[in-house]
T-cell receptor
Framework: DTGVSQDPRHKITKRGQNVTFRCDPI?????LYWYRQTLGQGPEFLTY????????KSRLLSDRFSAERPKGSFSTLEIQRTEQGDSAMYLC?????????????FGQGTRLTVV | GEDVEQSLFLSVREGDSSVINCTYT??????LYWYKQEPGAGLQLLTY?????DMKQDQRLTVLLNKKDKHLSLRIADTQTGDSAIYFC??????????FGQGTTLQVKP
């Protein structure tokens, strides 16, 4: 296993279009997190899953955003009716369950540009 | 609030020590982290400290934690041009989510 994998690495879309990103965590990591990083800022927490259950959503996650993790393995993040303000790097991270210490392993991210 | 705060920019000369400071908000945070991000690259975990520790040293890196003041610092000894990057501190909440600062850009001049 080579780590957390995200696809695509880059996405350019027109305003108003829908986009979907995928994250494949490290296998057997049952916690999966989505973050968003805009230019000049640190990553901001969006949501997290423990197995297939979505346990927390940030208020940053508007109703245009939806995340799923149907089988407790990979996850998708969909943005509907994209806006220019959605342009950012979307990062995924995974950790094993119950790990107080364990570092979050981050993927390389999907950079979204809305034009 | 949830803010973790860092100074935005630090410039040092090669060979000098760099000290990057951070203040966090949640006194119940168990672990505090330092991440490095180079241009166009992902987040790289540099080091971490458990909340019951005051100091941790790892080669050129020294982390100091003042839990009373909720202040964290990262010292890089003998700073090299390859250390030029953005450095993020982060606190870990009990759900495992990380709250990041806005990042400190470290510029190392030859």
């Amino acid at each position: 296993d080579t780590g957390v994998s995200q696809d695509p690495r880059h996405k350019i879309t027109k305003r108003g279009q829908n986009v979907t990103f995928r994250c494949d965590p490290i296998s057997e990591h049952n916690r999966l997190y989505w973050y968003r990083q805009t230019l000049g800022q640190g990553p901001e927490f969006l949501t997290y899953f423990q197995n297939e259950a979505q346990l927390e959503k940030s208020r940053l996650l508007s109703d245009r955003f939806s995340a799923e993790r149907p089988k407790g393995s990979f996850s998708t993040l969909e943005i509907q009716r994209t806006e220019q303000g959605d342009s950012a790097m979307y990062l995924c991270a995974s950790t094993p369950e119950g790990a107080l210490l364990t570092e979050a392993f981050f993927g390389q991210g999907t950079r979204l540009t809305v034009v | 609030g949830e803010d973790v705060e860092q100074s935005l920019f630090l410039s040092v000369r090669e060979g000098d020590s760099s000290v990057i400071n951070c203040t966090y908000t949640d006194s119940s945070s168990t672990y505090l982290y330092w991440y490095k991000q180079e241009p166009g690259a992902g987040l790289q975990l540099l080091t971490y400290i458990f909340s019951n520790m005051d100091m941790k040293q790892d080669q050129r890196l020294t982390v100091l934690l003042n839990k009373k003041d909720k202040h964290l610092s990262l010292r890089i000894a003998d700073t090299q041009t390859g250390d030029s990057a953005i450095y993020f501190c982060a606190e870990k909440r009990n759900t495992g989510k990380l709250i990041f600062g806005q990042g400190t850009t470290l510029q190392v001049k030859p």
